[in-house]
C-alpha cells in the first residue's frame, strides 16, 4: 500500500469519495485529495482534504478494502495535514447513525467534539470530530521504546498496528467520514 496525491486525477478520487459518502460535496478547485493504492498499484481508498481554513482542514476519505489505513498510510494522511499543510488540527463529520465511521475516527485518535442539528443533509444532525496535531500518533517521533518489536509482532496482519487511545482503528469495507 501506498499514498500519493492523486495529481491529474484529484477530481476521480472526489467523486469516487463523494459516492461512498452521502452527503459529501467538494466544491470545484477547493480540495486537494490523495490516492491509496494497493500493493498491486491499483486504486483501493481515497482521502480528500478540504475547507482549508489555515489552522484547520476537513477530511473524508472511501475504501473498499480495510487494508488501506495501514498506520503507513494514516502517516502520509496526518503528515500531510500537520506538517505539510501546517494545520494544528483536522476536522471530520459523519452522522450519529455511522457508527463504524465513529468508531474509525475514534480509534484514530479523533475525539466527539459536538453535535450540529440537521447539519448533515437538512435532516440528520452531523456529529464534528476534530484531531489535534498534539495528539497525532501518526506523527509523533517514536520513542525508543516504541521501536522494539512488541510481543507478538510478525504475527498475522497486524504487525506494527499503532494504536491511538488504546484503540485499533476499525475500518469498513465501505466508510466515508460523512
Not at 503507513?72 to 459523519?94: D, N, P, Q, W
Not at 497486524?158 to 466508510?175: F, H, T
Request: charged share 20%; with cysteine; glycine share 12%.
Amino acid at each position: 500500500m501506498r499514498a500519493i496525491p492523486a495529481g491529474p486525477h484529484t477530481e476521480l478520487v472526489a467523486r469516487y469519495v463523494a459516492d461512498k459518502a452521502p452527503g459529501a460535496e467538494f466544491t470545484p478547485g477547493m480540495y486537494q485529495a490523495m490516492a491509496i493504492l494497493d500493493d498491486n498499484g491499483q486504486f483501493c481508498a481515497g482521502v480528500v482534504f478540504h475547507d482549508w481554513r489555515g489552522h484547520d482542514v476537513q477530511i473524508s476519505c472511501a475504501t473498499d478494502t480495510s487494508a488501506a489505513w495501514r498506520p503507513h498510510i494514516m502517516r502520509a494522511v496526518f503528515g500531510y495535514v500537520f506538517k505539510e499543510l501546517g494545520c494544528v488540527r483536522c476536522t471530520s463529520f459523519t452522522t450519529k447513525r455511522n457508527k463504524s465511521c465513529r468508531g474509525f475516527l475514534e480509534g484514530l485518535g479523533f475525539q466527539l467534539e459536538g453535535r450540529i442539528r440537521q447539519g448533515h443533509d437538512g435532516v440528520k444532525d452531523a456529529l464534528v470530530y476534530g484531531l489535534l496535531a498534539s495528539e497525532c500518533v501518526y506523527i509523533q517521533e517514536p520513542t525508543p521504546e516504541a521501536l522494539e518489536a512488541p510481543e507478538g509482532a510478525g504475527e498475522g496482519e497486524n504487525e506494527g498496528v499503532s494504536r491511538a487511545n488504546g484503540a485499533e482503528p476499525k475500518a469498513p469495507a465501505e466508510l466515508g467520514f460523512w
